[in-house]
Nanobody, 117 residues
Framework: QVQLAESGGGLVQPGGSLRLSCAAR????????IDWYRQAPGKQRELVAT???????NYKDSVKGRFTISRDDAKNTVYLQMNSLKPEDTAVYYC???????????WGQGTQVTVSS
């Protein structure tokens, strides 16, 4: 049974920080590119950050300099450190494992991030 579990979301004031975690069971992250997506109410799900098996990262332009994606393969976990949060960052955040060899992908259940005064 494969499970990706996001955690660390919550309510934070503008300018604050949160650290999201994506912990996997039943699958190995070490050979996979992992993504963080988010989906705000009434909007399409969008790619926020990506980290490859080698540690190379890419970010949505609007979060560059504020968000950092990282991985700890020994713990089968990927993180998203979010600083200087803005109200427009409010969304459900999801992690996604991109499996190699055309085996598809796995999604977590999401964690809510709300940025509000």
């Amino acid at each position: 049974q494969v499970q990706l579990a996001e955690s660390g979301g919550g309510l934070v004031q503008p300018g604050g920080s949160l650290r999201l975690s994506c912990a996997a069971r039943g699958t190995c992250f070490s050979l996979s590119t992992i993504d963080w997506y988010r989906q705000a109410p009434g909007k399409q799900r969008e790619l926020v950050a990506t980290i490859t098996r080698f540690g190379d990262t890419n970010y949505k332009d609007s979060v560059k300099g504020r968000f950092t994606i990282s991985r700890d393969d020994a713990k089968n976990t990927v993180y998203l450190q979010m600083n200087s949060l803005k109200p427009e960052d409010t969304a459900v955040y999801y992690c996604k494992q991109n499996r190699p060899g055309g085996l598809g992908s796995y999604w977590g259940q999401g964690t809510q991030v709300t940025v509000s005064s």
